[in-house]
């Protein structure tokens, strides 16, 4: 006899409204598993318009009573946010042994291994496909099919609001503001969008690659975090003459001395680099391992369809038993990412000078950056610009972050330097 699961489902934006709408179509999606039927529901408001009826399913003011219902097999958790009602209710969960699925990047950045100690504990599958790339399936990749492999590093595109602002900047010479606000008109951007143009929504989700593809617990406080806020359409003019295109990125690796680097940052690719290529609200994730050198996805990271496909591909794990580890390893033994030596991480970067158009200030600047054991790799000089400003453009070839810093720092004081230099790092090949 087929097996019926009841879904509780909390939070119903954009997410759990299309989640909603495909079991209502489409319960059978997994018939080895039975058949998945939403029971439950909560949400902030019951009465605002839905375009499906909220009244076919049994109404919950609190998400940790629908957590707990008896009519809840699998707990579904879309509301969002690190802490108050989501973490509160997951835990409602997991401590009755219920299996739980989550679109919640802030919750498994910041709270997985307390989580996943007590998934642990009750043998409660805690599964969030849909946390990380939306539909494209970078979750299970390094849970399950990169488990015979080493991992050595994974980079990509994680946040579709920012790839969409620099595409639109570079293609049509758009303003910040302007295409931000499309892009929360769009559904692309978080309810508080610093959490995307800062880079805190990609650090979260490289956070969790990170803990899955090296075996840590997530330690988001130890991500280095650099939004977009001050990437200028001068900037993406300027990459684009050098060949380049500006993309954040984010990145996971091994260090040297045994932590995990974790960072998002601006970063320049040449224009032919697949993360150049990958425009729009579009995903892309590189994953390197020891012995498969490398792999590429992309795919959308966001949007109603998508993540509510992931979360059914997180049903169908629970409902066929298909459960690992929610991190690699037993909860217990899982260890932080530890420190890293920063400054000694070498790369290129692209710097922007703006200097008084005068006698020497070329001289000045490349005189201060040979003192300080800068290689210079290609040089751009613009007209003036306006009122005496002439914007210095250069590449680097590879340095240590430390020496870098220590350039700008130096270069900042120079008389003939107006404005604090513009770092962008360039991205490896
Ligand atoms: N605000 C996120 C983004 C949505 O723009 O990628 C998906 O997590």
């Known amino acids: 006899m087929t097996r019926v699961w009841k879904i509780g489902v909390a939070g119903l934006g954009t997410v759990g409204g299309g989640l909603i709408k495909y079991l209502a179509e489409f319960p059978d999606f997994a018939p080895a598993g039975g058949r998945a039927v939403v029971t439950g529901v909560c949400a902030r408001s019951r009465s605002r318009p839905r375009d499906f009826d909220v009244k076919a399913y049994a109404w919950h003011d609190d998400p940790v009573e629908l957590a707990k219902s008896p009519e809840t097999d699998i707990f579904v958790e879309l509301i969002g946010g690190s802490d108050g009602p989501a973490k509160a209710s997951v835990e409602a969960a997991l401590a009755l042994g219920k299996p739980v699925v989550t679109a919640n990047k ?3 950045a910041e709270h997985g291994a307390e989580l996943a100690l007590l998934a642990e504990k009750t043998g409660a599958p ?3 496909e849909a946390a990380v790339m939306g539909g494209t399936p970078a979750v299970k990749l390094l849970r399950e099919a990169m488990v015979g492999d080493e991992v050595i590093s994974v980079a990509g595109i994680l946040n579709g609001t920012c ?4 595409t639109e900047m570079e293609i049509h010479e758009r303003a910040f503001g302007d295409v931000l606000a499309e892009a929360q008109a769009k559904g692309y951007a978080e309810a508080d969008p610093t959490m995307d ?9 490289i956070t969790i690659l990170a803990a899955l593809a090296f075996g840590r617990a997530p330690s988001y406080a130890a991500a280095e975090i650099e939004g977009v806020e001050q990437v200028e359409l001068l900037d993406i003019r300027l990459a684009r003459e050098l060949g380049y295109r500006i993309r954040l990125t984010a990145s996971a690796e091994k260090s040297a001395d045994g932590g995990v680097s974790v960072r998002v940052h601006p970063a320049l690719a040449p224009i032919a680099h697949p993360l150049s290529q990958t425009v729009g609200a579009t995903n892309a994730l590189f994953i390197q391992g020891k012995k498969i050198p490398k792999i590429f996805i992309q795919g959308p990271g966001a949007g109603e369809g998508p993540t509510a496909a ?12 298909a459960v690992r580890p929610v991190f690699q390893r037993p909860a217990a033994r899982l260890q932080p990412f530890g420190s890293v030596n920063a400054d000694g991480r070498v790369g290129r970067v692209y710097l922007r000078v703006m200097v008084k158009d005068e006698a020497g200030a070329l001289a000045a600047v490349t005189e201060a950056l040979a003192e300080e054991g800068v290689s210079i790799d290609s040089f751009l000089q613009k007209p003036v610009e306006d009122e005496g400003r002439v914007p210095i453009v250069l590449t680097t070839h590879d340095v240590a972050e430390g020496k870098i810093k220590d350039a700008v720092e130096r270069l900042a004081g120079l008389p003939q330097v107006l404005e604090s230099p513009r770092l962008i790092r360039i991205a490896r090949p």
């Open 197 to 205: 143009i800062g880079g805190f929504d990609a650090a979260h989700k």
């Open 106 to 108: 802030a919750l498994i």
């Open 126 to 128: 805690l599964l969030f």
């Open 163 to 166: 790839n969409y602002i620099l």
């Open 310 to 321: 992931a979360c059914c591909a997180d049903i169908a794990d629970v409902m066929t038993g």
